[in-house]
C-alpha cells in the first residue's frame, strides 16, 4: 500500500509542478469592439494571454451596459460613444462579454 | 444592473487534444484489463471496515450534532433571508446558495465526510417535531423515483428555466421544493424526505462512495469506498436517479459547446423549449442505452428493472467524476463569492466580517493545466471506479465465464459516456 500511496504522491507533486506555469508578463491586450442593435450570430472568440491587462475599446450604436463574465466589469454605454474598460485578466478560462438591452453574447475572452 | 445570465460566470477552457487521447486510451485499456484480468469472484460484497467505536460516539453525541444542525440551520436561514426579502439581482447570495453551495457543494461533501447532508438536512430540522431528525431506519428497497423525478425537475429549473436566476422563479421553486417534501411527509411519513428530497437523495447516494459507512450496529465503519459502493442494497429505481444526474450533467456540457449556441443563439425555437427538450432526450437516451446494455444480464427470475436497481451502484463514480470535472472550478470561484455575498443577504451594506471588500482568490485558476490534468483524472478514476464496482457487482449472480461477456455491452457504454463527457469538454 505505501508503495502505491508513493507513487500516488509522486504523480501529484509532478501534476502540481507542470501546472505552475507562472503567469508574469503585464502587458497590455486592446480589443475594439462594435455594439449594433442585432446580436451576432455568433460570438467571436479573442485570445488573452494569462496575466495580462485587457484593454477593451467599445464603440456603441446603442445605449447599455456592456459586461464581462467572470471578472464581473462592467461598463454603461452610450450610443455613439466609444467606452473604454481595462482589466486584468488574472484567472484562465473562457468569459463571455455581452450587453443587456439588447441582450447578446458579442465576444468570448479566451484567457490561456 | 441584472446580469440575465445564470450563475456559471466563467467557463473552463477546453481540454487540450492530446490529454484526451492519452486519457481515452487509459481508459480502454483500463476497462478491458479490469473485465479480463481482475477478479473473478466477488469482493466487495459484505460491508466491513475499521470500526470506530469513540469516533461514533463523539459524532452522535448531542454536543457535535445539535451545533452542527444549528450552524447549517443557520446559513439556510441566511439564505432563506435573501431569498423572501433581497433584491433581485444575481449578486443576491442564495443564487449562488442553491447552486453552488448545495448543488454542486454536496458532491465533495459527501465524498469526504459521507452522509452529513442527512443529518443537516433543514427540512428534518423543520420536522423535527414529527420526528424529521430522528435516525432512520436503514432503507431497504424502497423506491428513489420521487427523488428522481425532484432531480429531474430541479436539473430542468438549472439549466432550461431562463429565468432561473431571477428571484421570483426561485421563490416559486423553492415554494414548490417545500410544498413536495412536506406535504409528502404528512401524507406518509418522514421516511418520504430521504426518498423524495432531492438533495438529501442525491448527496446520500454519492455519501456510499464515502469512506465512511455504519456497520449493523451503528458504529462508525472506515471503509474501503469502492466497497462501501458495491456492498451497498441500493433503493429500487436508483439507476433512474443515476441517469438523471449523468444525463443532465452530460447536457450541461453539450449547452457550452459551440454548436449548441451557434444553433440556438438567434433561432425562433425558444430556449425554454430547446433546452427542455434537449434535457430530456439526453436523459432519455441515457436511460435507453442503459437499460439496453443490461439485457444480457437478465435471467428467468431477474426482470430487466431488477437488473438495473442491482447495478446501479456502478452509476454512481460517474456521476460523481463527470460532476467534480464540470463544476470544481465554479465552486472554488463562484463559492467564495457567495460566501462573501451571505456576509450581506439583504444587500443592506452590512460586513460583519470585514469580508465585502475582499475579492475571491484566483490562485487556483492561473494554472489552466493544473485545472485540465484535474478534471480529466476526476472522470477517469470515476469511470476506473465504476468499472470496477460493476465488475464486482456483476460477478454475483453469474458465473465468471458467463459474466465476463455479458459485462461487455455496459463496459463499452461506459466508456463511451466517458469518452463523450470528455470530447464535449474539449468543445
Same mark, same amino acid.
Given at each position: 500500500?505505501?508503495?502505491?500511496?508513493?507513487?500516488?504522491?509522486?504523480?501529484?507533486?509532478?501534476?502540481?509542478?507542470?501546472?505552475?506555469?507562472?503567469?508574469?508578463?503585464?502587458?497590455?491586450?486592446?480589443?475594439?469592439?462594435?455594439?449594433?442593435?442585432?446580436?451576432?450570430?455568433?460570438?467571436?472568440?479573442?485570445?488573452?494571454?494569462?496575466?495580462?491587462?485587457?484593454?477593451?475599446?467599445?464603440?456603441?450604436?446603442?445605449?447599455?451596459?456592456?459586461?464581462?463574465?467572470? %471578472?464581473?466589469?462592467?461598463?454603461?454605454?452610450?450610443?455613439?460613444?466609444?467606452?473604454?474598460?481595462? %482589466?486584468?485578466?488574472?484567472?484562465?478560462?473562457? %468569459?463571455?462579454?455581452?450587453?443587456?438591452?439588447?441582450?447578446?453574447?458579442?465576444?468570448?475572452?479566451?484567457?490561456? | 444592473?441584472?446580469?440575465?445570465?445564470?450563475?456559471?460566470?466563467?467557463?473552463?477552457?477546453?481540454?487540450?487534444?492530446? =490529454?484526451?487521447?492519452?486519457?481515452?486510451?487509459?481508459?480502454? $485499456?483500463?476497462?478491458?484489463?479490469?473485465?479480463?484480468?481482475?477478479?473473478?469472484?466477488? *469482493?466487495?460484497? +459484505?460491508?466491513?471496515?475499521?470500526?470506530?467505536?469513540?469516533?461514533?460516539?463523539?459524532? +452522535?453525541? /448531542?454536543?457535535?450534532?445539535?451545533? &452542527?444542525?444549528?450552524?447549517?440551520?443557520?446559513?439556510? &436561514?441566511?439564505?432563506?433571508?435573501? !431569498? $423572501?426579502?433581497?433584491?433581485?439581482?444575481?449578486?443576491?447570495?442564495?443564487?449562488?446558495?442553491?447552486?453552488?453551495? =448545495?448543488?454542486?457543494?454536496?458532491? #465533495?461533501?459527501?465524498?469526504?465526510?459521507? +452522509?452529513?447532508?442527512?443529518?443537516?438536512?433543514?427540512?428534518?430540522?423543520?420536522?423535527?417535531?414529527? @420526528?424529521?431528525?430522528?435516525?432512520?431506519? /436503514?432503507?431497504?428497497?424502497?423506491?428513489? =423515483?420521487?427523488a428522481a423525478v425532484a432531480l429531474l425537475l430541479f436539473s430542468?429549473?438549472?439549466?432550461?428555466? #431562463?429565468?432561473?436566476?431571477? !428571484?421570483?422563479?426561485?421563490?416559486?421553486?423553492?415554494?414548490?421544493? &417545500?410544498?413536495?417534501?412536506?406535504?409528502?411527509?404528512?401524507?406518509?411519513?418522514?421516511?418520504?424526505?430521504? *426518498?423524495?428530497?432531492p438533495?438529501?437523495?442525491f448527496?446520500?447516494?454519492?455519501?456510499?462512495?464515502?469512506?465512511?459507512?455504519?456497520?449493523?450496529?451503528?458504529?462508525?465503519?472506515?471503509?474501503?469506498?469502492?466497497?462501501?459502493?458495491?456492498?451497498?442494497?441500493?433503493? *429500487?429505481?436508483?439507476w433512474m436517479l443515476g441517469c438523471v444526474l449523468l444525463g443532465s450533467t452530460?447536457?450541461?456540457?453539450?449547452?457550452?459547446?459551440?454548436?449548441?449556441?451557434?444553433?440556438?443563439?438567434?433561432?425562433? $425555437?425558444?430556449?425554454?423549449?430547446?433546452?427542455?427538450?434537449?434535457l &430530456?432526450?439526453?436523459v432519455?437516451?441515457v436511460a435507453?442505452?442503459?437499460?439496453?446494455?443490461?439485457?444480457?444480464?437478465?435471467?428467468?427470475?431477474?426482470?430487466?428493472?431488477? $437488473?438495473?436497481?442491482?447495478?446501479?451502484? @456502478?452509476?454512481?463514480?460517474?456521476v460523481?467524476?463527470?460532476?467534480?470535472?464540470?463544476?470544481?472550478?465554479?465552486?472554488?470561484?463562484? @463559492?467564495?463569492?457567495?460566501?462573501? *455575498?451571505?456576509?450581506?443577504?439583504?444587500? !443592506?451594506?452590512?460586513?460583519?466580517?470585514?469580508?465585502?471588500?475582499?475579492?475571491?482568490?484566483?490562485?487556483?485558476?492561473?494554472? /489552466?493545466?493544473?485545472?485540465?490534468?484535474?478534471?480529466?483524472?476526476?472522470?477517469?478514476? @470515476?469511470?476506473?471506479?465504476?468499472?470496477?464496482?460493476?465488475? +464486482?457487482?456483476? =460477478?454475483?449472480?453469474?458465473?465468471?465465464?458467463?459474466?465476463?461477456?455479458?459485462?461487455?455491452?455496459?463496459?463499452?457504454?461506459?466508456?463511451?459516456?466517458?469518452?463523450?463527457?470528455?470530447?464535449?469538454?474539449?468543445?
Open positions: 500500500m505505501t508503495g502505491l500511496r508513493r507513487v500516488l504522491l509522486a504523480g501529484i507533486l509532478a501534476i502540481a509542478v507542470a501546472g505552475c506555469s507562472s503567469p508574469t508578463q503585464n502587458e497590455t491586450t486592446t480589443i475594439r469592439l462594435e455594439i449594433t442593435d442585432t446580436a451576432p450570430s455568433e460570438p467571436r472568440e479573442e485570445k488573452v494571454p494569462l496575466g495580462n491587462l485587457v484593454r477593451l475599446e467599445v464603440s456603441s450604436e446603442v445605449d447599455g451596459v456592456l459586461h464581462v463574465h467572470g %471578472f464581473e466589469e462592467e461598463k454603461p454605454l452610450v450610443a455613439g460613444e466609444t467606452s473604454f474598460l481595462t %482589466f486584468a485578466a488574472g484567472m484562465s478560462g473562457a %468569459f463571455e462579454v455581452e450587453t443587456h438591452e439588447p441582450d447578446a453574447i458579442w465576444m468570448k475572452l479566451i484567457v490561456s | 444592473m441584472i446580469p440575465l445570465h445564470g450563475i456559471a460566470s466563467r467557463e473552463d477552457l477546453p481540454l487540450p487534444f492530446p =490529454l484526451i487521447v492519452a486519457a481515452a486510451a487509459a481508459v480502454l $485499456v483500463v476497462t478491458f484489463w479490469i473485465l479480463l484480468f481482475a477478479w473473478k469472484t466477488p *469482493r466487495f460484497r +459484505d460491508r466491513k471496515g475499521r470500526e470506530m467505536p469513540r469516533l461514533t460516539r463523539f459524532i +452522535d453525541s /448531542p454536543w457535535f450534532s445539535r451545533p &452542527l444542525r444549528l450552524l447549517v440551520g443557520a446559513l439556510w &436561514l441566511v439564505a432563506a433571508l435573501a !431569498l $423572501v426579502f433581497g433584491p433581485d439581482r444575481v449578486d443576491n447570495p442564495v443564487f449562488g446558495f442553491v447552486f453552488v453551495w =448545495l448543488w454542486v457543494g454536496l458532491v #465533495p461533501l459527501a465524498l469526504l465526510f459521507g +452522509d452529513v447532508y442527512r443529518r443537516t438536512n433543514p427540512l428534518r430540522l423543520l420536522l423535527r417535531v414529527i @420526528g424529521g431528525t430522528a435516525s432512520t431506519a /436503514p432503507m431497504g428497497r424502497i423506491s428513489q =423515483l420521487p430542468w429549473y438549472e439549466l432550461a428555466e #431562463p429565468l432561473a436566476a431571477t !428571484l421570483p422563479v426561485l421563490r416559486a421553486a423553492a415554494a414548490a421544493w &417545500l410544498a413536495f417534501v412536506v406535504i409528502g411527509v404528512l401524507a406518509t411519513s418522514t421516511r418520504w424526505i430521504a *426518498r423524495a428530497d438533495f438529501e437523495a448527496a446520500s447516494t454519492v455519501a456510499k462512495l464515502s469512506p465512511w459507512s455504519r456497520s449493523p450496529s451503528g458504529t462508525l465503519l472506515l471503509i474501503n469506498p469502492l466497497r462501501n459502493l458495491a456492498s451497498w442494497q441500493p433503493p *429500487r429505481h436508483l452530460l447536457f450541461d456540457a453539450v449547452t457550452g459547446a459551440p454548436w449548441w449556441i451557434r444553433a440556438f443563439q438567434d433561432s425562433d $425555437v425558444s430556449s425554454r423549449l430547446s433546452g427542455t427538450l434537449g &430530456l432526450s439526453v432519455a437516451a435507453g442505452l442503459y437499460l439496453l446494455c443490461l439485457l444480457p444480464f437478465r435471467q428467468r427470475n431477474r426482470p430487466l428493472l431488477r $437488473v438495473a436497481d442491482d447495478l446501479s451502484p @456502478g452509476l454512481v463514480p460517474l460523481a467524476g463527470y460532476f467534480l470535472a464540470h463544476y470544481a472550478t465554479m465552486l472554488y470561484l463562484e @463559492g467564495q463569492r457567495t460566501a462573501i *455575498r451571505m456576509a450581506d443577504p439583504l444587500a !443592506l451594506g452590512w460586513n460583519p466580517f470585514g469580508i465585502a471588500e475582499a475579492g475571491p482568490n484566483l490562485a487556483l485558476l492561473t494554472m /489552466p493545466t493544473l485545472i485540465a490534468i484535474t478534471q480529466v483524472l476526476f472522470i477517469v478514476v @470515476g469511470h476506473v471506479c465504476a468499472a470496477l464496482v460493476t465488475h +464486482d457487482i456483476a =460477478l454475483r449472480e453469474l458465473e465468471a465465464s458467463q459474466a465476463m461477456s455479458r459485462q461487455v455491452p455496459l463496459l463499452i457504454l461506459m466508456v463511451v459516456l466517458t469518452i463523450s463527457g470528455m470530447l464535449l469538454m474539449f468543445g
